[in-house]
């Protein structure tokens, strides 16, 4: 069985509606949010989650991204997914991330229109990761 860290955000594609909700920690995981940093141990998988709305009353295509850097800003995993959401229509995507080595990161998320289009559907987020 393998062990997962989910790391849940609230995006919405509405411009002005970005907030960050909350984190779920699957029991027997041994991480904690201390200080607005997320500790997690090395070689576990993470995944980086963030619920996805839909506001508008027309169809929205969209890129979600998550990008993790190491402590001097260097890239080291970019993942995303693509999708279409109806109106009012709400997804929960997930990008997992498996850290070999210990260190401070930053996961960032962004919501664009397309991998070819990066237009911002809402501000990036970002957080801090503690691997240990």
């Known amino acids: ?7 849940l955000f609230m995006v919405s594609v ?11 920690v699957p029991v027997g995981v041994a991480t904690k949010l201390q200080n607005g940093v997320w500790q997690v141990p090395v070689n576990k998988q993470v995944q980086i989650a963030a619920d996805v709305s839909n506001g508008q009353d027309r169809d929205q ?3 979600y991204l998550v990008q993790i850097k ?10 995303w997914l693509t999708g279409t959401l ?3 229509q709400s997804l929960n995507p997930s990008q997992s991330w498996i850290p070999t080595s210990p260190g ?3 996961a960032e998320i962004f919501v664009w229109n397309s ?3 990066p237009d ?3 501000p990036p987020l970002s957080m801090t990761i503690a691997v240990t």
């Not at 069985?1 to 790391?7: C, E, F, G, N």
């Open 104 to 106: 401070s990161y930053t």
């Open 115 to 117: 991998i070819n289009n």
């Open 61 to 63: 295509s969209f890129a």
């Open 120 to 122: 911002a559907l809402s």
């Open 14 to 24: 509405v411009l002005s509606t970005t907030s960050v909700a909350n984190a779920q």
């Open 86 to 88: 109806t109106p009012s």
């Open 70 to 79: 190491d402590q001097n800003g260097v890239v080291v995993q970019l993942s």
């Open 1 to 7: 069985m393998k062990t997962w860290i989910a790391i």
